[in-house]
Nanobody
Framework: QVQLVESGGGLVQPGGSLRLSCAASGSIFSINVMSWHRQAPGQQRELVAV???????NYADAVKGRFTISRDNAKNTVYLQMNSLKPEGTAVYYC??????????WGKGTLVTVSS
């Protein structure tokens, strides 16, 4: 089992920044993938960014150039630095952890509201 604890959500004005964190604990293998997803009201959950334990990253087109995903393997923690936030970025942001056991572990989500 793997447990995920997300933090860092909140209210921010358009153009502002936030940093999300997701700490994993439990039975963790060294090779894994961590990612951020978001779900806006009335919308399907979508991938925002992904990072492997080796440091390879990929981003949704909507956030490229504004969001940065990073991780600290020693702390089993993934971060999402979000800059130049837009109102359409309002959503619940979820952390996902995946490793060779094939079980997707989701965090409970953290709400990000972009509004003036």
């Amino acid at each position: 089992q793997v447990q995920l604890v997300e933090s860092g959500g909140g209210l921010v004005q358009p153009g502002g920044s936030l940093r999300l964190s997701c700490a994993a604990s439990g039975s963790i293998f060294s090779i894994n993938v961590m990612s951020w997803h978001r779900q806006a009201p009335g919308q399907q959950r979508e991938l925002v960014a992904v990072i492997t334990s080796g440091g390879s990253t990929n981003y949704a087109d909507a956030v490229k150039g504004r969001f940065t995903i990073s991780r600290d393997n020693a702390k089993n923690t993934v971060y999402l630095q979000m800059n130049s936030l837009k109102p359409e970025g309002t959503a619940v942001y979820y952390c996902l952890f995946a490793q060779r056991d094939g079980i997707p572990y989701w965090g409970k989500g953290t709400l990000v509201t972009v509004s003036s």
